[in-house]
Nanobody, 123 residues
Protein backbone atom coordinates (compact mmCIF):
# COMPACT_ATOMS: atom_id res chain seq x y z
CA UNK A 1 0.00 0.00 0.00
CA UNK A 2 1.22 3.49 -0.88
CA UNK A 3 -0.03 6.71 0.68
CA UNK A 4 0.76 10.08 -0.85
CA UNK A 5 0.71 13.37 1.02
CA UNK A 6 1.93 16.93 0.69
CA UNK A 7 -0.30 18.26 -2.07
CA UNK A 8 -1.98 21.63 -1.88
CA UNK A 9 -2.63 24.99 -3.46
CA UNK A 10 0.43 27.10 -4.26
CA UNK A 11 1.29 30.05 -6.46
CA UNK A 12 3.37 29.75 -9.58
CA UNK A 13 7.06 29.77 -8.75
CA UNK A 14 6.60 28.15 -5.37
CA UNK A 15 7.94 24.82 -4.15
CA UNK A 16 6.21 21.78 -2.71
CA UNK A 17 7.36 18.38 -1.48
CA UNK A 18 5.24 15.28 -1.93
CA UNK A 19 5.71 12.15 0.15
CA UNK A 20 4.87 8.55 -0.59
CA UNK A 21 4.86 6.21 2.38
CA UNK A 22 4.96 2.48 1.72
CA UNK A 23 3.47 -0.02 4.14
CA UNK A 24 5.99 -2.71 3.20
CA UNK A 25 9.74 -2.38 3.00
CA UNK A 26 10.94 -1.96 -0.57
CA UNK A 27 13.67 -4.17 -1.99
CA UNK A 28 16.84 -2.52 -3.25
CA UNK A 29 16.06 -3.34 -6.88
CA UNK A 30 12.47 -2.14 -6.79
CA UNK A 31 11.32 0.91 -8.70
CA UNK A 32 9.32 3.81 -7.36
CA UNK A 33 7.81 6.42 -9.63
CA UNK A 34 5.65 9.50 -9.69
CA UNK A 35 2.97 10.04 -12.28
CA UNK A 36 0.44 12.83 -12.63
CA UNK A 37 -2.93 13.28 -14.20
CA UNK A 38 -4.41 16.64 -15.11
CA UNK A 39 -8.16 17.06 -15.65
CA UNK A 40 -9.20 15.59 -18.98
CA UNK A 41 -5.75 14.20 -19.71
CA UNK A 42 -4.07 10.83 -19.51
CA UNK A 43 -1.83 9.88 -16.65
CA UNK A 44 1.75 10.84 -17.48
CA UNK A 45 5.17 9.94 -16.19
CA UNK A 46 6.99 12.44 -14.00
CA UNK A 47 9.99 10.71 -12.41
CA UNK A 48 11.27 7.32 -11.31
CA UNK A 49 14.12 5.90 -9.34
CA UNK A 50 15.63 2.59 -8.44
CA UNK A 51 15.22 2.13 -4.72
CA UNK A 52 18.95 1.58 -4.23
CA UNK A 53 19.54 5.01 -5.73
CA UNK A 54 21.45 3.70 -8.74
CA UNK A 55 19.18 5.33 -11.28
CA UNK A 56 16.88 8.33 -11.45
CA UNK A 57 14.99 9.51 -14.52
CA UNK A 58 12.73 12.45 -15.26
CA UNK A 59 10.24 13.60 -17.83
CA UNK A 60 11.58 16.45 -19.93
CA UNK A 61 8.83 18.73 -18.67
CA UNK A 62 10.10 18.57 -15.07
CA UNK A 63 13.83 18.02 -15.54
CA UNK A 64 15.80 20.55 -13.54
CA UNK A 65 12.77 21.52 -11.44
CA UNK A 66 11.71 18.26 -9.75
CA UNK A 67 13.82 15.85 -7.73
CA UNK A 68 12.87 12.32 -6.74
CA UNK A 69 14.45 10.82 -3.64
CA UNK A 70 13.81 8.28 -0.92
CA UNK A 71 14.49 7.66 2.74
CA UNK A 72 15.24 3.97 3.17
CA UNK A 73 14.80 4.03 6.95
CA UNK A 74 11.34 5.58 6.62
CA UNK A 75 10.42 3.52 3.55
CA UNK A 76 9.24 6.77 2.00
CA UNK A 77 9.78 8.32 -1.40
CA UNK A 78 9.63 12.04 -2.10
CA UNK A 79 9.10 14.38 -4.99
CA UNK A 80 10.57 17.81 -4.42
CA UNK A 81 8.95 20.25 -6.83
CA UNK A 82 10.40 23.69 -7.43
CA UNK A 83 9.52 26.59 -9.70
CA UNK A 84 6.03 25.21 -10.07
CA UNK A 85 4.04 26.21 -13.13
CA UNK A 86 0.32 26.36 -13.78
CA UNK A 87 0.69 23.35 -16.08
CA UNK A 88 2.00 21.27 -13.17
CA UNK A 89 -1.53 21.26 -11.75
CA UNK A 90 -2.63 17.63 -11.46
CA UNK A 91 -3.27 14.74 -9.15
CA UNK A 92 0.09 13.19 -8.38
CA UNK A 93 0.34 9.44 -7.92
CA UNK A 94 3.08 7.32 -6.44
CA UNK A 95 3.66 3.89 -7.97
CA UNK A 96 5.89 0.94 -7.26
CA UNK A 97 7.01 -2.33 -8.81
CA UNK A 98 9.22 -5.11 -7.53
CA UNK A 99 12.07 -4.58 -9.97
CA UNK A 100 13.50 -1.86 -12.15
CA UNK A 101 12.30 -1.79 -15.74
CA UNK A 102 13.51 -0.07 -18.88
CA UNK A 103 9.87 0.83 -19.46
CA UNK A 104 9.90 2.96 -16.30
CA UNK A 105 7.68 5.62 -17.85
CA UNK A 106 4.80 3.29 -18.67
CA UNK A 107 1.76 3.23 -16.39
CA UNK A 108 1.13 -0.48 -17.02
CA UNK A 109 4.54 -1.45 -15.63
CA UNK A 110 3.56 -0.57 -12.07
CA UNK A 111 1.31 -2.82 -10.00
CA UNK A 112 1.09 -0.84 -6.75
CA UNK A 113 -0.46 2.63 -6.72
CA UNK A 114 -1.45 5.21 -4.19
CA UNK A 115 -4.72 7.14 -4.29
CA UNK A 116 -3.03 10.39 -5.28
CA UNK A 117 -2.60 13.87 -3.89
CA UNK A 118 -3.83 17.03 -5.60
CA UNK A 119 -1.42 19.80 -6.52
CA UNK A 120 -2.95 23.04 -7.72
CA UNK A 121 -0.74 25.83 -9.01
CA UNK A 122 -2.34 29.22 -9.42
CA UNK A 123 -0.99 31.53 -12.09
Amino acid sequence: QLVESGGGLVQAGASLRLSCAASERASSNSAVAWFRQAPGKEREFVAAMRWNGARTVYADSVKGRFTISRDIAKNTAYLQMSTLKFEDTAVYYCAQRASWTVRFSEVYEYNIWGLGTLVTVSS
